[in-house]
């Protein structure tokens, strides 16, 4: 028999979203929707499956947990890039690792959400209109203020078009960041920190690496207006967690829309959710019925196409 794991099937859908009774016979599928963060937990959790499929960098597969399954054959990830799986650790022990597509605008229209929700106060007047409430907030609009884009590659620039739409005045900045390219999605290339000086909506879309992990810090949100608010819906660690608190308790900016954070999931007593100025979004970037129905059909597919000896869309270290 061979044993196939799927994690981190929070919403309770994996089965329904693709076909896995046209497995072949002697393939058994267990789903496991709780999160488990202990890599020793997971070790023994999946010690006796040969195929293990994750929704990406939910469960992080490193070398430590990769080194305790030895039965593990196949590690499929949603997403050609998962930064939570060690490839090379993986390639070593003989395991194949396989990908699947996803979807570039999905995350763009979450940032959109999370903007409007924070200039708008719509969370804080939903709560307060089924208190029995009426008009508690002034909100500001968007028409005019200046959005700055932290990364203006594939999502940055999708944000970018609707921020268009909105007629707001867009700045950029990045580290390879040019004016040409700056300028084809309708921004201004700025500095650093003039992108947090002039911002009154910034908006993170940046991949996470050495390079940018820390990268927004206390000074760089010491910079920014009273009135402005930070969006981050790209990873967590990009932005420094501790002073982000500081400024949101300390109101030296408005308000954050955060789907992405330090540790996820984000643990129950964390300080950010008791913060009235901050709107926070459970990583729910890619989190859509039709990105589902990509991903989960072609894990699948990995999987099937494995087990016929012609691997597909694998991942190299």
Same mark, same amino acid.
């Given at each position: 028999?061979?044993?196939?794991?799927?994690?981190?099937?929070?919403?309770?859908?994996?089965?329904?979203?693709?076909?896995?009774?046209?497995?072949?016979?002697?393939?058994?599928?267990?789903?496991?929707?709780?999160?488990?963060?202990?890599?020793?937990?997971?070790?023994?959790?999946?010690?006796?499956?040969?195929?293990?499929?994750?929704?990406?960098?939910?469960?992080?597969?490193?070398?430590?947990?990769?080194?305790?399954?030895?039965?593990?054959?196949?590690?499929?990830?949603?997403?050609?890039?998962?930064?939570?799986?060690?490839?090379?650790?993986?390639?070593?022990?003989?395991?194949?690792?396989?990908?699947?597509?996803?979807?570039?605008?999905?995350?763009?229209?979450?940032?959109?959400?999370?903007?409007?929700?924070?200039?708008?106060?719509?969370?804080?007047?939903?709560?307060?209109?089924?208190?029995?409430?009426?008009?508690?907030?002034?909100?500001?609009? !968007?028409? %005019?203020? +200046?959005? $700055? =884009?932290? *990364?203006?590659?594939? @999502? /940055?620039?999708?944000?970018?078009?609707?921020?268009? #739409?909105?007629?707001?005045?867009?700045?950029?900045?990045?580290?390879?960041?040019?004016?040409?390219?700056?300028?084809?999605?309708?921004?201004?290339?700025?500095?650093?920190?003039?992108?947090?000086?002039?911002?009154?909506?910034?908006?993170?879309?940046?991949? !996470?690496? %050495?390079? +940018?992990? $820390? =990268?927004? *810090?206390?000074?760089? @949100? /010491?910079?920014?207006?009273?009135?402005?608010?930070? #969006?981050?819906?790209?990873?967590?660690?990009?932005?420094?967690?501790?002073?982000?608190?500081?400024?949101?308790?300390?109101?030296?900016?408005?308000?954050?829309?955060?789907?992405?954070?330090?540790?996820?999931?984000?643990?129950?007593?964390?300080?950010?959710?008791?913060?009235?100025?901050?709107?926070?979004?459970?990583?729910?970037?890619?989190?859509?019925?039709?990105?589902?129905?990509?991903?989960?059909?072609?894990?699948?597919?990995?999987?099937?196409?494995?087990?016929?000896?012609?691997?597909?869309?694998?991942?190299?270290?």
């Amino acid at each position: 028999m061979t044993r196939i794991a799927i994690l981190d099937d929070y919403q309770g859908i994996a089965l329904s979203m693709a076909d896995w009774d046209g497995l072949p016979d002697g393939c058994r599928v267990e789903v496991f929707h709780d999160h488990v963060a202990d890599p020793a937990v997971v070790a023994d959790r999946l010690r006796d499956f040969e195929i293990v499929c994750i929704m990406r960098e939910r469960t992080p597969f490193r070398r430590e947990l990769i080194s305790r399954l030895p039965k593990l054959r196949l590690l499929v990830t949603t997403g050609m890039r998962n930064a939570a799986v060690d490839v090379e650790a993986a390639q070593e022990q003989g395991v194949t690792v396989c990908g699947t597509a996803g979807s570039a605008h999905t995350t763009p229209e979450l940032t959109w959400g999370l903007i409007l929700a924070l200039q708008r106060h719509i969370p804080a007047e939903d709560r307060a209109m089924k208190a029995g409430a009426w008009q508690t907030t002034v909100g500001r609009g !968007l028409a %005019g203020a +200046t959005l $700055g =884009l932290l *990364g203006l590659g594939r @999502l /940055g620039s999708e944000v970018a078009r609707v921020g268009q #739409v909105f007629r707001m005045n867009l700045i950029a900045w990045s580290q390879n960041l040019t004016d040409e390219r700056a300028a084809e999605h309708g921004a201004v290339r700025v500095g650093k920190d003039e992108l947090f000086r002039q911002s009154d909506v910034l908006s993170i879309h940046t991949l !996470l690496s %050495g390079r +940018t992990r $820390g =990268l927004v *810090g206390a000074r760089e @949100l /010491g910079l920014m207006k009273p009135s402005a608010v930070l #969006v981050n819906t790209s990873r967590g660690p990009i932005v420094d967690e501790a002073a982000l608190v500081d400024a949101l308790r300390n109101r030296t900016i408005a308000g954050a829309g955060l789907d992405v954070y330090d540790t996820e999931p984000l643990p129950r007593g964390h300080p950010l959710r008791s913060l009235d100025n901050a709107v926070l979004t459970p990583h729910l970037g890619y989190v859509t019925t039709d990105t589902f129905a990509v991903m989960y059909p072609q894990t699948l597919e990995c999987v099937q196409a494995w087990l016929a000896g012609n691997p597909v869309r694998v991942i190299s270290g």
